[in-house]
């Protein structure tokens, strides 16, 4: 047994490739491919964020509430708007826009119901017994695995077709179309998509309604004295119950957004498992921007994003996981707050 590790050791290692010409040659092609990637890292980070600047509780379950959001935007193009899996779709801009705009407002329907759900039913109980944050933390594993099952085996007995154990049929609404091309005719051209364009532009508009709601708006001082002084802020007139969810509606809504961002990247990626890798990534990118603070897993998610791309090209495109956690522990051994964080006990939105 132990000489068949050694082996499968070595020959792990002897897959790993230094290939940092094709980084140089491809860097600006990786960093925007990486913006994208990150971009819905960051949407899904600051779900665990907000929470977490709240509650002081790390929400496992909200990779499913991901989950969900996309199951949610595959549901609203086939039942509702009636798209064919697999038939290719284009008639025109504008229609394209309005059919994503509506699949959007779906998935963040159905995952902020989804993530408001999960704290009326899994941790309210808890707090009301003032249950220790063992116990939460172990609910939101156990949460995460009832989801995932839930979507595995009874999805299919509700609707046919959907869930399982195989991916759902992908429905592509948009078809990816070069745009234009940056230093086209040189080592640095890097192709701009407009899938690419979508996701981006979308990430950060929905970034900065959030950013401006939590930090210039009633609702978000609500949020923000809630995750200072609980107690100060119950005797201020702010209502805890009321703010705690909220704060999981906002990051569901977000997970949503970032749903569909995704299954316009990876239209074959929609299954009950899908949000498992995903949420570890957007958990540590909320870690390693600074957990409890906004913008921090905003940064850490693009940050994540852009590095694991580059990653993939320097040692191997079966090493892209092992580059982004990785990232995280060199980090955090430097600065164990992350990159905007305060340390975890004083952490605030």
């Given at each position: 047994m132990i000489h068949q590790?050694?082996?499968?050791?070595?020959?792990?290692?002897?897959?790993?490739?230094?290939?940092?010409?094709?980084?140089?040659?491809?860097?600006?092609?990786?960093?925007?491919?990486?913006?994208?990637?990150?971009?819905?890292?960051?949407?899904?980070?600051?779900?665990?964020?907000?929470?977490?600047?709240?509650?002081?509780?790390?929400?496992?379950?909200?990779?499913?509430?991901?989950?969900?959001?996309?199951?949610?935007?595959?549901?609203?193009?086939?039942?509702?708007?009636?798209?064919?899996?697999?038939?290719?779709?284009?008639?025109g801009v504008m229609l394209t826009v309005f059919y994503l705009g509506v699949a959007m407002v779906f998935a963040m329907l159905v995952s902020g119901t989804a993530a408001a759900g999960l704290e009326f039913i899994a941790y309210r109980p808890l707090r009301k017994r003032n249950a220790r944050a063992l116990t939460f933390l172990i609910t939101a594993i156990g949460m995460s695995f009832v989801l995932q099952e839930f979507v595995h085996f009874v999805l299919p007995k509700i609707l046919k077709g959907y869930g399982g154990s195989n991916a759902q049929q992908p429905i592509k609404l948009v078809r990816p179309t070069i745009q234009f091309t940056l230093f086209e005719g040189t080592k640095f051209e890097a192709v701009i998509t407009n899938v690419t364009l979508v996701i981006i532009g979308a990430a950060l508009v929905v970034a900065l309604l959030t950013d401006i709601a939590i930090n210039r708006t009633k609702f978000g001082r609500g949020i923000r004295a809630v995750a200072q002084d609980p107690t100060t802020a119950t005797l201020?007139?702010?209502?805890?119950?009321?703010?705690?969810?909220?704060?999981?509606?906002?990051?569901?809504?977000?997970?949503?957004?970032?749903?569909?961002?995704?299954?316009?990247?990876?239209?074959?990626?929609?299954?009950?498992s899908g949000g498992f890798l995903l949420g570890i990534k957007a958990f540590s990118a909320a870690v390693l921007g600074g957990i409890g603070n906004l913008r921090g897993a905003l940064l850490g998610g693009l940050l994540l994003g852009i590095m694991e791309n580059y990653g993939q090209v320097v040692f191997g495109t079966q090493w892209r996981d092992v580059v982004a956690f990785v990232l995280l522990v060199l980090v955090l051994l430097f600065r164990p707050t992350g990159i905007l964080g305060e340390s975890l006990g004083k952490a605030r939105v």
């Open positions: 590790c050694v082996e499968q050791s070595a020959c792990l290692a002897a897959n790993i490739s230094f290939n940092l010409d094709g980084l140089q040659d491809r860097f600006l092609q990786l960093t925007v491919d990486g913006l994208s990637w990150g971009a819905i890292y960051a949407l899904v980070a600051v779900g665990y964020t907000l929470v977490f600047g709240v509650l002081r509780l790390i929400n496992f379950a909200h990779s499913e509430i991901f989950m969900l959001g996309m199951f949610g935007t595959y549901f609203c193009l086939d039942v509702i708007l009636g798209f064919t899996p697999g038939t290719p779709y284009d008639k201020m007139g702010v209502s805890r119950e009321r703010i705690i969810m909220s704060t999981f509606l906002l990051g569901g809504l977000l997970a949503g957004v970032a749903a569909l961002l995704f299954t316009l990247k990876v239209p074959q990626g929609i299954i009950y």
